[in-house]
């Protein structure tokens, strides 16, 4: 999709709505409906294909297993097809996530393990969905690519999509696909805000959604329009100039966080967020190449490597307050980090080797809500579990200093 074919067919989307606003006085705009309709716009007759309940044609001699197959579907639905179809698998794990998807896993646990991937979007229609997600998952277990494929229970150009973590991967998977008939010819409209290359959109996401973070970046554009009486300006021009100036007050000069408000992010997601809006506007020009695609991609796995290495600082950090509250008050100090990491009261940590400023320096509180995000874990279970990692035990402090050592 080149500028032209992209901005015309997003200034058609985002005029959309205006004409819905205009012939409809007091209509409740929306993100989700602004989701609902990206994801749904180029779908007419396979709207109400459900992957989950759709009963799908299963060989005869395929025997269900009952442990293998999800309570939540049809026991012959698609999606079951699927789970009963890998279940042997020696390199894919599949099974139904939730309510709204179906996941395939390379069980070598690379993808999985990943700091970040290149996703690409493969939106199948619904004749070609089964089979087509067949032919993929076939083709990376014969390839051993290591991957996390997601398929969504209803057709959208968001309903499959497959994760990996090198350009070499991606190259493989993309060239498949441009060879193989089959997937072509199920192949729907891509995302136009995504960048395009063979006919499939390719993002890099993070923890986030790339489709609702552009949902929520039309909200605010068509709201801020409704509200300066500039709707009759609407256009795909008007509205990356919008963006722009929300990048740069963000995270440029600092002005303000009207970005952040518009997408509701937590601090330990800014990094993803800034990642996905500065793709959202480098995809418009036609300038941008793959290889400034994967130039992206690189500095955002750069950029959740350094959070690695940040994990490590933040850990010894942790370490450095437990062992000095401890010592301070000659009791376990457990209790004082957690009420700071909790409150941000600093008079519950010791001013001693500048240890409070360094802490709030640091952003001690912000990374380490993230690590606990990550790792699901309490504050309480994860200082436990890093004082056993390093055979650490805050008792010895308090008998040694008992004892007058």
Known sequence: MNKKERYETI???????????NNNPGFDLTRER?????????????????LCSQVSIIEPNMLLNPKAISPLCNPQSTF?????????????????????????????NKARAANEHIKIYIPLDANHIENG??????????????????????????????????????????????INPYLQEGLIKANPFAFQKENLALVVDGVVSYNETVSALIYGYIKQSEKSNGLKYVDADDFYNYVTVLYK???????????????????????DYRNVVALVLKVRSDLFSYNDFIDHYK???HINAEELKTKGFIDELLIEALKAMTER?????????????YTGDTSCITSRNN???????????????????????????????????????????????RKGD
Not at 11 to 21: A, M, P, R
Not at 363 to 374: A, D, G, M, N
């Open 249 to 271: 007050k963000q995270f440029i000069t600092h002005e303000d966080n009207t970005l952040k408000d518009l997408l509701k992010w937590k601090d330990e997601d800014e990094d």
């Open 355 to 401: 240890l409070r400023n360094r802490l709030e320096d640091f952003k001690f509180r912000v990374k380490l809500r993230k690590i606990l995000s990550e790792v699901n874990l309490t504050f309480d279970d994860y200082a436990k579990q890093l004082l056993k990692d390093n055979n650490i035990n805050l008792n010895d402090l308090i008998i040694k200093k």
């Open 299 to 301: 500095e955002s796995a």
């Open 329 to 341: 008050f000659n009791s376990d100090g457990t209790r004082n980090v957690e009420a700071y990491f």
């Open 34 to 50: 602004i989701y609902h309709n990206l994801i749904t716009r180029t779908i007419k007759e396979d709207k109400d294909v459900d």
């Open 11 to 21: 200034s058609e989307l985002l005029k959309y709505w205006v004409e819905i606003i």
């Open 133 to 178: 997600v067949k032919i993929l998952i076939d083709y990376l277990e014969k390839n051993k690519i290591s991957h996390i494929t997601k398929v969504g229970k209803k057709i959208r150009i968001d309903d499959v999509s497959i994760r990996v973590i090198s350009q070499s991967d991606t190259d493989k998977i993309l060239e498949f696909i441009r």
């Open 80 to 108: 079951n097809n699927w789970i009963q179809m890998y279940y042997k698998s020696k390199r894919t794990e599949c099974y139904y996530d939730d309510l709204y998807s179906c996941i395939f896993v390379s069980k070598d």
